[in-house]
């Protein structure tokens, strides 16, 4: 396996996304999908705060977060990334995305170009997902990228995992 951290952070272009690291002054545009362990940011302190600790846990080789970069004015409009299992060759996705940028392709675009990495550059064995029962618009996508239902898990929420085409 190929774990993090790594010489210089992965940036990964898509057609019209750019998978980046996420700079200190990106944090200002996404205080409001900012979370760490399920907790969300209430403000730019925690925002902030939150960011450095998942660097920190990059820096740790635990995770890999990018910022997701619409491609013309590389402002973040969401993120991406592996959170959990790197270290047994099992990468835990995870994303979220403002929500002014559903329905253009975004996050599709995301998951695809983090599975290729996942599977191709750290070579993990599996690449699953975690989400709510009731995020319709998550279980539509994974369902469309190859994802297929392997457990319902307590707190209302369904376990997934990518099944190569």
Not at 87 to 107: A, I, N, R, T
Not at 134 to 158: C, H, Q, S, T
Request: aromatic residues 10%; contains cysteine; proline residues 4%.
């Amino acid at each position: 396996m190929n774990l993090p951290p790594y010489i210089d952070f992965p940036t990964i272009i898509g057609e019209n996304i750019i998978l980046r690291k996420i700079e200190p002054a990106d944090v200002f545009d996404i205080i409001s999908i900012s979370y760490y362990d399920a907790v969300a940011a209430v403000g730019i302190t925690e925002a902030v705060a939150m960011q450095d600790k998942i660097n920190a846990d990059y820096d740790k080789g635990d995770s890999i977060h990018w910022g997701i970069a619409d491609k013309v004015s590389n402002k973040i409009v969401g993120t991406c990334g592996y959170y959990r299992g790197l270290d047994q060759g099992v990468g835990e996705l995870g994303c979220v995305l403002l929500p002014q940028y559903y329905g253009k392709g975004y996050m599709t675009q995301a998951i695809k170009l983090a599975v290729q990495f996942g599977l191709e550059t750290i070579k993990l064995a599996q690449v699953g997902a975690i989400t709510s029962n009731d995020n319709e618009g998550a279980i539509k996508l994974m369902k469309r990228l190859n994802f297929i239902k392997v457990a319902d898990l307590p707190d209302n929420e369904i376990e997934y995992q990518y099944i190569k085409p």
